[in-house]
């Protein structure tokens, strides 16, 4: 009897422990699962959001996929979410037509606009091209809105670092938050200049916000360098292994804004003779592929080891296209009469392989880099750059057409839309509002 009793008591036993435990298991099961599916539902208008990660990484933007890989390396993200996220790319999407649409700024009313991209003042005739805005496929962005993105920047301090194109994108920010102010005055140009192709440093500041948005000419991010062979000539070089020196200016700001792109694709650079340079090391000959690699390597080092990620919010904003035909940049290439975007994206190009080194390099830093990968809503604009529209007056024979920068109000407003959304996102982390 006693083994008896024994043993069904030892199978009670069994048998209420398989039950707790399978109890423990669908309670586990259900909040693990609630957990990633929450953030989701309470973001509906913007899905793909990530949970905030425990750990206090600073919140992911949903286009970013290897940021995402990221997070989840830290253990703090599932693969669940990351579906939900994958499935709503900010950047991939089409432009669509709105001919109610208002620019963020009207044509010709800001004076920040350089020269170079204000085809309106340059007398381009059309308007089609401003009456389109981008839309992702699997989600909604917010539209931008400058006094609200104002007051997320109150105190603070954005960086554009890179090279015409930032300048480009730079412009467009400014003035896009500029037009939301009742008293145009209230903003201005530190130094007070009216251009800015010139300087390497230019800052705008919104005196009522205290904020400021300043541009930091780096072309290449590392450093352009001057080398004295043994016959004491001196030539040019682009030093791989050094960063480029402005970064005193900007490693403490609150937001930073880098890219690198067209200029590895001109002519000394591209060609890779005798330019690329590490330590006291001229290579005679270096492809371009490695030498950007290399170059975004430095990069990628200095901000590992010099921004603190809890303070500055480090964006790369990815390849711009360009749409010359016939010919490139210096040789008679054109865009001009393009008054309509691709809408068949068969015929967009390759995603570029300096984006895909971009990528790879960045999947290996520590620092969490929000990548602004415009590329693909950049290559369906061949309507939107300036052209013949690059200077006042006709060009005269033998002038160059822009078919690499956009014409301001443009296609980088739609950048800073969703710059602006990301920051809308991560209200918690940046917002007072
Ligand atoms: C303005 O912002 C800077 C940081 O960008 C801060 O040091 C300063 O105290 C702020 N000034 C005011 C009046 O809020
Ligand atoms: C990083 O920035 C945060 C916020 O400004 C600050 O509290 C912290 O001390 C900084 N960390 C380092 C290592 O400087
Ligand atoms: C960036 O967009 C391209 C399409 O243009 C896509 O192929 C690529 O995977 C995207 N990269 C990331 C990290 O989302």
């Avoid at 938050?177 to 800015?196: C, I």
């Avoid at 700001?253 to 340079?277: E, L, P, R």
């Avoid at 210096?330 to 009469?337: A, E, F, T, V, Y």
């Amino acid at each position: 009897m006693d083994t008896l009793s024994n043993l069904s008591e030892s199978k009670t036993h069994y048998f209420f422990t398989i039950i707790f435990t399978l109890i423990l298991l669908i309670f586990f099961f259900f909040f693990s699962a609630s957990d990633d599916t929450s953030p989701a539902i309470s973001y509906r208008s913007l899905p793909g959001h990530l949970p905030s990660p425990p750990n206090r990484l600073p919140p992911v933007f949903p286009g970013a996929r290897f940021a995402s890989k990221l997070v989840s390396r830290n253990g703090a993200n599932s693969g669940r979410a990351e579906e939900k996220m994958d499935s709503c790319d900010v950047f991939d999407g089409r432009w669509v037509v709105d001919q109610d649409l208002d620019p963020f700024y009207k044509q010709g009313s800001c004076p920040f606009v350089d020269d170079a991209f204000n085809c309106f003042k340059n007398g381009r005739p059309d308007s089609d091209y401003l009456k389109l805005k981008w839309k992702p496929h699997a989600c909604e962005i917010p539209r931008f809105n400058g006094l609200k993105m104002l007051k997320m920047l109150r105190g603070k301090r954005m960086v554009f670092v890179g090279d015409s194109l930032n300048r480009n994108m730079w412009e467009s920010l400014v003035c896009s938050l500029r037009a939301s102010l009742v008293d145009k005055t209230r903003v201005f140009e530190v130094s007070d200049r009216r251009q800015f192709r010139s300087q390497g440093f230019y800052s705008f500041k919104f005196k009522d916000f205290n904020c400021s948005i300043d541009f930091i000419k780096s072309p290449f991010l590392v450093q352009e360098w001057k080398f004295s062979d043994k016959a004491g000539t001196r030539r040019e070089t682009l030093r791989l292994d050094m960063m480029e020196g402005s970064y005193d200016k900007y490693y403490d700001a609150d937001f930073i804004v880098f890219n690198t792109g067209h200029w590895w694709t001109h002519q000394k650079t591209f060609k890779g003779k005798n330019y690329f340079q590490e330590g006291d090391h001229i290579y005679t000959k270096l492809e371009v592929a490695e030498a950007y690699k290399r170059a975004l390597s430095t990069w990628a080092r200095w901000v590992d080891s010099n921004i603190n990620s809890t303070r500055t919010t480090v964006f790369f904003r990815g390849y711009s296209a360009s749409h010359f035909k016939g010919g490139q940049w210096n040789s008679g290439g054109s865009c001009d009469g393009e008054t309509k975007p691709i809408t068949n994206e068969a015929h967009l190009a390759p995603y570029p392989w300096m984006m895909r080194v971009l990528e790879s390099v960045l999947s290996q830093m520590k620092t969490k880099v929000i990548y602004l990968n415009i590329t693909k809503m950049t290559d369906y604009r061949k309507d939107g750059h300036p052209s013949v529209f690059r200077q006042a007056g006709s060009m005269g024979r033998g002038g160059f057409q822009d078919c690499s920068h956009w014409c301001l109000p443009g296609v980088p407003d739609y950048w800073n839309e969703v710059l602006y959304a990301v920051l809308v996102k991560n209200q918690r982390k940046f917002g007072r509002d």
